[in-house]
């Protein structure tokens, strides 16, 4: 097997997979102890954008419902901090690692400072009625999940599913894409990965 280096490991349906060019300058600033006011202020910047950091494999209505019941579970009367943090290690968890383990807290903060002024709502629709959203098969049936990454070059990546209901037909499925088109597949551990590299063309 062919290797390939720099393949991400695929996290869990429903994981925003990006690192926002603005949030990395909040950290940066606040790391530098820059004029914004420290971890803090970046919970509170980042409380206010929640919304928009619709993860790609799910709708929006699919992201709102998660908003709505991790409100419901942590945010609302006594703050449940530590399933605060889990919420968004599990949803966010490239942003969260740019937050260190000692100003955590001060970024939980910020958050829940963002929830009570009524920044982190404010976009929320009125009357939204929550969906059922299953993370458990990122692959949604299709056998395979496939991801377009843009750094450090662009290259689609197609993942062997882990979902126990459909880890051995999608192994196959994903060989087969490798082999047809002549692809180099990266063993991952738990799943493979076949690597297409974009580039000018």
């Known amino acids: 097997m062919k290797i390939v280096r720099g393949v991400p490991p ?4 429903g994981s925003f997979t990006g690192v926002p060019s603005h949030f990395r300058g909040w950290c940066d600033a606040a790391s530098q102890g820059g004029p914004g006011g420290g971890y803090q202020w970046v919970g509170r910047q980042f409380g206010g954008k929640l919304l928009g950091y619709v993860p790609h494999d799910l709708r929006d209505d699919e992201w709102l419902t998660l908003v709505r019941q991790m409100e419901l579970m942590f945010l ?6 530590q399933g605060l943090a889990v919420w968004l290690r599990r949803h966010v968890p490239l942003m969260m690692r740019l937050i260190p383990a000692e100003r955590l807290d001060s970024f939980l903060a910020g958050v829940k ?3 009570d002024t009524g ?3 404010k976009e929320f629709p009125d009357g939204f009625e929550p969906v059922e ?3 458990d098969d990122p692959c949604e049936g299709d056998l395979y999940v496939r991801i377009l990454y843009h750094r450090p070059t662009p290259r689609e990546v197609t993942y062997q599913c ?14 087969k894409y490798a082999a047809e088109r002549d692809l180099p597949v990266v063993d991952l551990g738990e799943t493979i990965a076949v690597v297409q590299e974009l580039g000018d063309k």
């Open 119 to 121: 920044e982190m709502m």
């Open 162 to 175: 882990p979902a126990p209901a459909c880890r051995e037909r999608s192994r196959a499925v994903v060989e």
């Open 76 to 81: 609302r009367e006594d703050t449940d901090w």
């Open 10 to 13: 695929l996290l869990p349906r």
């Open 113 to 115: 400072e963002a929830y």
């Open 133 to 135: 959203v299953d993370l």
